[in-house]
């Protein structure tokens, strides 16, 4: 028995915490934190070391799956037999991809390709290899029905990037290391170990601001983790963009701005000042709960700062107003002075030169399509996965009929679940690549095995500009895949085959160039690259690349390897970027467009519904990982209830005492959960974790209980954020009920 421990990092979350992987006979002894990452240095949470117990899990699905036919158990295979995937029979890949090919051809000959759609969800995100691929085979069969958890993640914050800069992947990030000031509003790094800021160590990294003597400020309606460790502002749900627009107000009126850096950086700057010159901080005090003198203090503590930044993230992402709030939140960084600058909002250099190569050849943006149901843009080639069930169920050209979903539990994760659960049952077709049975392909045709992230190589393609250290670090795969489970690239690339689907070829005019979209030439001169060729055409052209050896320690896959820890490849973000960031003609910020002074001006105090007085609002926890993780006995041991966070003055008010159940009901569904009494919440607010109340293979989640809070959400077109097509999942309003006892 040879035991061999290989250094290689954690794909849950966006630290990217490098591990050491303990194997043995091609399996997974144990995974623990690695002591000599260089960010990292030996940090990993209970998540990254529970893992093993995924990778090993007996509830895994190994091997491709077809559903029983005849089985009406399309929604009854909950809990169902001593296997986690009863109702589904094991088949080879060969009579899986064969059966998905033929059928496939005949739904694209009776209705076209535009039939054919894809729902790709988070872990996606950290496989290069999945997300080129989905790419790919999207360009190359011009597919439109591309939905992801983007659309209730972070697609606002792209369109608001979009707005501000005309470049829709340029996200700013906090410059941790040198900030005297963050103002954070809607995150909980010390949970979520930190979100569109991929940085080790985050609980430190905050904690170091304040002993140096800065500020750290937390706006969020639950006194968080975070919140806990420093100053706390107790602000309503979805009232972030009154809050926002009132701190502009202060700052203009009382002469803060930075002048020289509006004139250097922005245009629009009197519109918008117009534009928020209503909302004093005593005008919209009714709206965000919040004493008017504290928010003047806010405003003018943030612009006298050395250095601020300012940074937002789900708890902003998922109200009513999303992009607005995430335009604001940087409007805020460049009007104090601080966007583009050191301890400000920073713009991380790209490890391969996605926005530059996107804005020029325009392949993915921002509104080249509209969706069929509620007539959104598509953000990033995706429309809203919100109308996802009404495209499957309504009738017409361009009917959903065949779908495939990819790392993703939309019937957990996306409003109004059950609705979208009824509507998978009227698919033509519908095929899974997963690590599990889960609440959504469970309604599957076909489950296909995928391989971890253990069993994959990889390269964290968009983190880079996303570190305030920027940093990267190349994987092989530690593992051989269990049983039969393939990568999803290699998946998509056989789907893709099979109705003549080409996802990269290289034309001989093209060497050199990457992401080639090249359809095959005749004459069979073309080349299909594998990601890892790929991968390395892009990092060694890309701006840290080593040129093919014009420069000099740049980077390049063969010299990753040679670093299996990874490279620091800065100390810090480089400023000063800005001119290079903005794709807009005239190089400026426009602090102005036309949508974002709609917004403002249309924005009203929202009413009260008397039967509906409280608001719900999310939370993620420690041992939690969106629906994926509750499989794990590491993490689900101990007292792990589905429970809803309400304020001891709303509970007795609604008659509901710690520890009962209790309904919580919406004008859209009701759910039964547990109650937790606690005085981190602002009166008026509940909050519920999502990913729980689970039916799939995962016997463990399954006997766990709870509930899915999507349920409470709506999927209406009206409910749906215009300009993003966010779905609203914080600050929809309730009302609690005691349920009998017993
Ligand atoms: N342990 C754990 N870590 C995770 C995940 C997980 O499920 N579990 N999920 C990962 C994923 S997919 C993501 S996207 C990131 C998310 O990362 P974060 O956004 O940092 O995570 P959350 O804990 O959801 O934090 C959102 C905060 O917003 C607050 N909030 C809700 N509504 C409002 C509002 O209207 N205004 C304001 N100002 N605040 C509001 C909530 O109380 C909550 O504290 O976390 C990642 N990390
Ligand atoms: N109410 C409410 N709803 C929310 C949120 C919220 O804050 N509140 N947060 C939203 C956010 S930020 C997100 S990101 C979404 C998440 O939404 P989804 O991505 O739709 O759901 P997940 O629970 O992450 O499910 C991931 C699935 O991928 C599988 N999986 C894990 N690793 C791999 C892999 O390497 N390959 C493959 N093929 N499969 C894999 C898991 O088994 C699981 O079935 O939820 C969103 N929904
Ligand atoms: S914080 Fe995230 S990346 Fe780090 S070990 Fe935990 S789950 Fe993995
Ligand atoms: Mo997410």
Redesign the pocket.
Known sequence: MTQREIPTYCRI??PLCGLIATVEDGKLVRLRADKEHPLSLGNACP?GIAFTEIQNDPDRVLYPLRRITGDSGRASTAAGGDSGTAGFERVSWAEALDDIGARLRAIISAHGRESLGWYFG?PSSFSYSHTLWLVGFQLAAGLRHMYSAGSQ?INNRFVASELLYGSLTSVPVPDLERTDFLLM?????V???G?AMSMPRIREKLTAITKRGGRVVV????R?ETARLFEHVG?R????AWLLAALLQVIFAEGLADVQALRRQAAGVRELRDAVSRFTPEATAVVTGLEPDRVRALARDLARAGSAAVYG????CL?RHATLVAFLIDALALVTGNLDAPGGSVFGKELVAVSKLNARLGLIGYGKNRSRIGDFPDVLGTFPAAVMAQEITTPGPGQLRALFTSAGNPVSSVPNGRELFSALAQLDLFVSIDLYMNETNRMADYILPATTFLERDDLPLPFTALSPTPYTQYTERVLEPYGEAREEWRIIDDIATRIGVQPFVIGPEAAGGLLSRLRGLPGGRNVRPTPKVLADLAIRTGPYGDLFGLRRGGLSLRMLRRHPRGVVLADAVTTGVLREVVQHKDKRVNLAPGEILAELHGLETPEVDPVYPLRV??????K???SWMHNSELLMRGDRTHAARINPKDAAVAGISEGVRCRVSSAHGSIEVTARLTEDMTEGTV?IPH?WGHSGGWQRANAAGGANVNDLMSSDIADVERLAGMSNL??VPIRLDPLPAG
Not at 219 to 222: M, S
């Open positions: 979350c966006e998540k988070n993640d509003l809607g995150a909980n790094p949970v979520s170990h979100s706006v969020d309606p639950r968080t602000v749900p979805d009232s972030d993230r789900t708890g902003t109200g609002i999310g939370m993620r926890e420690l939690s990982h969106n909050a990913g914080n600050g």
